[in-house]
């Protein structure tokens, strides 16, 4: 079983990323930590608690993490795409909601790592500053550490909070850049390149809603998130940007990488947050000495909506 770390803001998107790994059964889920991003972490803690307690696992412990970045404020959050709970308005509707960890989230991640027998995989799908605190808080444990999967960063998308700057990478760049730039850790990265490419219909939420309470429950989330990608693509649908890290996270090869290095803008200009991807490959490795981070950039789209359904359709496994 791949053991696995999920660091989370949900967040209607991180909502069926979490059913992902959470229903997974080829997954040992350690812990979900809690970071501030589409809502403040307070309700991101509170919506993790509910969403595990729906899925049947309050076996999973939940760490609180940094309610901030590590340098700036940040400017807003994104009530308007998914709502003021950050799960379209029916946050109350999950549950019951199970036990909060006397732990904090760097805490909880450290205590999983120091105890696991194998590298444990970190799927980071909120702002990185939980994770970044890690690496520089406990350096000797980076080695437990087989892999990070990152939702985030556009390598020539462009943004989706501002002209140049996606959604996590913005919320902390100091500490995206610390994860991306500054890590050994193999990083695979899964940006907005692909993620707006795999989308979910009207239609297809419909039809996971007939499939059981897990299905209902997670296509019900959906009025405020579809409305905004609605308006944006010119049809009903909507990204489910996380919960494709998810799946690469616990099904290595859903997508397909390129090696590069990336870099992160972490100046005050119109460029904060912008991720930085340098496609001269080899040559620019060999000239900077910046590791490499895989890239996800290509994927089957149909395969992967055809992936998500049958697991989040599957309903709450017996443990």
Avoid: C, K
Avoid at 94 to 104: A, N
Avoid at 140 to 148: A, K, N
Avoid at 159 to 188: I, Q
Avoid at 283 to 312: F, H, I, K, M, Y
Wanted: proline residues 7%.
């Amino acid at each position: 079983m791949i053991p696995l770390i999920v660091d989370t803001d949900p967040g209607v998107d991180d909502a069926f990323a979490l059913a992902v790994a959470a229903l997974a059964p080829e997954v040992d889920l350690r812990a979900v930590t809690t970071v501030h991003g589409n809502v403040g972490v307070e309700q991101t803690t509170d919506n993790a608690r509910r969403l595990l307690g729906t899925f049947g696992r309050p076996d999973v412990p939940v760490g609180r993490g940094a309610g901030v970045p590590l340098v700036h404020l940040l400017e807003r959050r994104s009530d308007g795409v998914h709502g003021d709970d950050g799960l379209g308005g029916r946050s109350l509707d999950f549950g019951p909601p199970v036990d909060e960890s006397p732990l904090r989230a760097v805490a909880l991640m450290a205590s999983v790592l120091e105890a696991s027998e194998e590298p444990v995989t970190i799927a980071a799908i909120g702002p990185f500053t939980n994770v970044a605190t890690l690496l520089s808080a406990r350096p000797d444990l980076e080695e437990r550490i087989g892999r990070f999967v990152l939702m985030g960063g556009s390598i020539a998308f462009g943004g989706n909070v501002s002209a140049s700057a996606e959604f996590n990478v913005w919320g902390d760049p100091e500490a995206a850049r610390r994860v991306l730039a500054g890590s050994r850790v193999p990083t695979t990265m899964v940006p907005l390149d692909l993620t707006m490419r795999i989308t979910l219909t009207a239609d297809w939420l419909d039809d996971l809603a007939a499939t059981g309470p897990v299905g209902a429950a997670l296509a019900s989330t959906r009025e405020t998130y579809l409305a905004a990608y609605s308006t944006r693509f010119g049809h009903a649908a909507m990204a489910v940007h996380d919960a494709v890290a998810l799946l690469e996270a616990i099904v290595p090869g859903t997508v397909a990488t390129t090696p590069m290095p990336v870099d992160v803008d972490t100046s005050s200009g119109p460029g904060r947050g912008a991720t930085i991807g340098d496609l001269r490959g080899a040559e620019a490795q060999a000239v900077d000495g910046v590791r490499p981070v895989e890239v996800a950039l290509e994927a089957d789209a149909t395969s992967v909506r055809a992936e998500l359904r049958r697991r989040l359709s599957a309903g709450v496994p017996r443990r």
